[in-house]
C-alpha cells in the first residue's frame, strides 16, 4: 500500500501551490452549516483546516502514521478540533456516519485493485447518513498520457526534489522520489493505476455530478475528473 514516510515531512513544501480553496468550493456545493465531513487519505490535513474554518465539523483518516502526526501538530498549533486517526480507507470503523466523505488528490488512484476499490465503497457508505454525498476526484486519460514520462526537478529553500513519473504498466503509473538534503539523501517509490466511471460500484449510490477540472462539464483534454455520488 502506498504510506507516505519521509516525504511526509517535505510535501506541505511541495504541494504549496495546490489551489486547495478549488476543492474547498466544490466541496461545499454539497453541505449545510455544521455539516459533518470525514476525509479519506487526508495527508497533512490542510483541507480539512480550511473546512473547519468554514465551521464545518471535521475527522480525518491516512494510512501514513507519519503524516497523520504531521496533521494533529498542525491542528494543535491552529487550535482547531479535527480529529485524526490512522486507518486504511479500505477498511476503516469510526462507529460514526458522516453528511459528507471526501476524498480528494487523486487518493483513489493510489488503491492497487478493483477490489479495493469495492472496499472503500463499502465502507463509504457504511459511514454516509442518507442522502449524504461521497465526493472524490481521479486523474483522467489525459493526465496518465501526460505522465507516462514526467520529470519534477526543483530547489527548494531546504532539498532538492526530483520526482519522476513513469508508466510500468497497462494504466499503471510507477512515481520515484529523491530528496536531496545537505547531509541526507532520501527515495521512495509510489504507484497509481487508472480508473473510470465503469470501475465503480455504484450500488446505493446516485451519481448526481461528473465534471473535470472543477468546470461545468467534461471534456477529454481535462486532467482531473470530480465525482459526486449521493448515498440512496
Known amino acids: ?8 515531512y517535505f510535501y506541505d513544501e511541495v504541494m504549496q501551490n495546490l489551489d486547495y480553496y478549488l476543492w474547498s468550493e466544490f ?8 455539516d459533518s465531513i470525514l476525509d479519506l487519505a487526508c495527508g497533512s490535513g490542510t483541507f480539512l483546516t480550511i473546512m473547519n474554518l468554514h465551521g464545518y465539523e471535521t475527522t480525518g483518516l491516512d494510512l501514513s502514521e507519519t503524516i497523520i502526526e504531521i496533521a494533529k501538530e498542525k491542528a494543535k498549533l491552529n487550535r482547531l478540533p479535527i480529529d485524526f486517526e490512522v486507518m486504511d480507507m ?3 470503523s469510526l462507529n460514526k456516519e458522516f453528511d459528507c466523505i471526501t476524498c480528494y488528490f487523486d487518493s483513489v488512484n493510489f488503491l492497487e485493485t478493483k477490489k479495493d476499490l469495492e472496499k472503500m465503497f463499502k465502507c463509504v457508505l457504511k459511514h454516509l447518513k442518507k442522502g449524504g454525498y461521497f465526493l472524490f476526484d481521479t486523474f483522467s486519460k489525459a493526465m496518465l498520457n501526460e505522465y507516462k514520462n514526467n520529470l519534477i526537478d526543483e530547489d527548494h529553500e531546504t532539498f532538492k526534489i526530483k520526482w519522476k513519473t513513469t508508466e510500468v504498466g497497462n494504466n499503471k503509473l510507477m512515481h520515484n522520489i529523491k530528496i536531496t538534503e545537505v547531509d541526507d539523501v532520501y527515495s521512495e517509490k509510489y504507484y497509481e493505476y487508472y480508473y ?6 455504484l450500488d446505493g449510490f446516485t451519481l448526481v455530478k461528473m465534471v473535470g477540472d472543477f468546470n461545468d462539464d467534461l471534456e ?4 482531473r475528473i470530480l465525482y459526486a455520488l449521493r448515498k440512496n
Open 196 to 201: 473510470n466511471l465503469k470501475d465503480f460500484n
Open 27 to 34: 466541496t461545499e456545493e454539497f453541505l449545510k452549516p455544521g
Open 220 to 223: 477529454p483534454e481535462d486532467e
Open 90 to 92: 479500505t477498511n476503516f
Open 1 to 8: 500500500m502506498n504510506a507516505y514516510k519521509k516525504f511526509a
